[in-house]
């Protein structure tokens, strides 16, 4: 469906560079990074509002590099909405429907939860409902992509989860790819097939999101998704020593690095390594505690009270970095 | 040839053509730069009165932002502000002549021109102030407050942040009033006081001088001189209002400040025209002065001339805008070009004008008032359909296109029906100004094609002085409708 072949676009040392992927019919990928790593101008890229300096833009066997925006057949939905403030809800979709229909456009507002409001002007519309309007609009256009860029990051967390959820399925229904831009490694791991992680204009890791999550390839990519506890150690022929206890790791041989682990990742055992409760967190339906290590702090998922002492060995092989330059 | 290249060529000979009036009058006037000795102790004058003037109103104006500003005055209030400044200067100068009059005082000279200066500039300066004052002070303010620094250390703390914004509304001030020709040509003149407009003004049509064109340019020369420096301090300030509620209980000398100012700026130069307008001013007798004032005959001309003036300098410059609002690069090279004719004082463009047209049949003609019109308020019109762009408008626009919109399409269906406002704004700003202007026409105007401002100032000059307050009445109230329009950032 889409497809990068080594695209760059250089804003002196930011934008993107060297940028390959490739999107089947349906699917969805989310696009994760900081701010800065270049995730919107990939976005822009593609969508026809910048042109790269290097490398080359399908969609669909089209090379559409050189193509002006409105001749891509894409939708956009973005974060602020970008609705037009003079046309009620129903003239959003027949102004971009190739054959306006009004049914068709009052059952696709209804699909997205708009039923009866139709004739509201965006003013009129409250922030969710805007935002199901931008993503009507995006359907009734039907796009041969779907670009997002952050849709749900202006909303409260109950109406951004409701809605990803909703959007998400509806994609799905609907059989439309997407490109999905977002920060939030929740939004990504709810609604993408795959996962591309950006870095410094560069995507470092594209795989499925658990893969992503469990199995990050670089410590950028393993930030991403958060929950992160990294501590400074030595390798040794692939060995990390840690107040006598020896851990197979994988990612460095020798040298120093940070040993990168998951709040989950380390579980209570009898032969583990020894650490002492030092707070308690009430975490979303878990219980999350700050731990000493003796080699460092850490965070981890444990049924434990202050003050308390556990035993903690790593569920599987963890992973240690380079520290970066 | 290279499209850069040839895009490059077409702004330079824009940018050229645009400022050849210009450079004619420079040129014009450094072949009679003899003359300028003689005239050095007016341009002093001149000088001297702009920045004194400019200090006057950035203390009224800045002092009432101030008070606005502590006291979070709702925005409502500006309305008491905003009439001084939308009357024309000549007829706000004719209101305080008689209004003085009235109580026994000579208002011509210095003075008198000080006093209308402020009472219709410190409104701008009010507008260039309170915004910078609600963006840059009000976290510093609250900031001071918090942790108790007080007296000199809170000025020290304050001003540097606001002296940008205050060096920006003085070149913008300076640069009005030294290019104000309307007020010292009311009040200046006739007790022979100049200033290098009305001293302009008065060689072009002296007929002791043995070259007038010559000795006007060269006056304009040293006008330009003078205002160019104030061309880089003039860019307006601008910020958001803060939420916070500063000091309410202000609020009282605020509001009190403001009916004040209005009653000085507004109420007595109205009451002053009203009176020599409706009164009989031997008898007392109500006998308004409408009718016998719209019976002569260059009034009639020049209510005809202006009216048809401003409706085809309007409806050119609007054909502009919609014609360059989807092309909002060219348009803000453009607006920039012309910006020069909008901030420069009048007196330039008029006197280049007729260097330029004189040996053309333009010259002497109605046209020639129109192309200064066009020329003096396109980047007016401009900054009108630019404000709207910046407000989005043209990313609408880019999403209309992403979804597929052809160009025209997206341009008909949201760009147009959004920038309406924005139209409006510049159709209302731009027709009134037409409708009152007097700086380009008395130096422009010929036999026939005479405007009602130069109607006024004839009438002036010929002792009609209740037709001359009939007239200035009618323009006040043609000026306040601009209180209706919806001013979306353009002024």
Redesign the interface.
Known sequence: MLRLENVSKSFGKAGVFDACLRLEPGEIVAVLGASGSGKTTLLNLVAGLLTPDAGRIFLGPDDVTQQPPEKRGLAYVFQDHALWPHLSALDHLLLVMKNPHRAHALELLSRVGLAGLDTRKPHQLSGGQKQRVALARALAARPRLLLLDEPYSALDPVLREELRLEVASLLRAEGVSALHVTHDPDEALAVADRVAVMEAGRIVQLDTPTRVYAQPQTLSAARAFGRLNLLPVQVQDGLVHLNGQTWPVEGLQNGAGLLAFRYEDLQPGPQGLPAKVLAVYGGRGERLCRVDLGAGEAVVKLHAEPGEQVWLTPLGRLRVFEVPG | MNPHRSLGAFWLLLSLGAALPLLVLAWRGLGDVAILPKVLDLAGVSLLLALAGSLLCLAVGGGLAWLAFRARLHPGWDALLLPAYLVPPFVGALGFLYALQLVGLQPYGVGGILLAWTAHYAPIAYLLLRPALESKLAPLLIASEVHGVTGWRRVRALLPPLFPALVAAFGALYLTLLGNFGVPAVLGLPAQVYTLPTLAYARLFSPASPDPLGEAAAIGLLLGLLAVPALLLSSQPSGEPSPRPLRPRLVWAARIGFALFALAAVAFPLVGLMRRALFNTFTGAFQPAFATALELPLVRQGLTNSVLQALLATGMLLLLGLLMAPQPAALRRLRQVLDLHYLLPGTLLALGLILLLAPTPLYATPWILLLAYLLNFAALMLRAMEAGLEAGIE??V??????????RQAWW??GF??MRPYLAAGVFLVLPLCLAELTLSAMLYAPGSETLGVAVLSALNGGLFREAAAIGLMLMALSLLLLWVPRRGVV
Request: avoid cysteine; charge should be positive.
């Open positions: 990313r609408l880019e999403v209309g296109r992403l979804f597929g919109l052809r160009r269906k949201i029906p959004l």
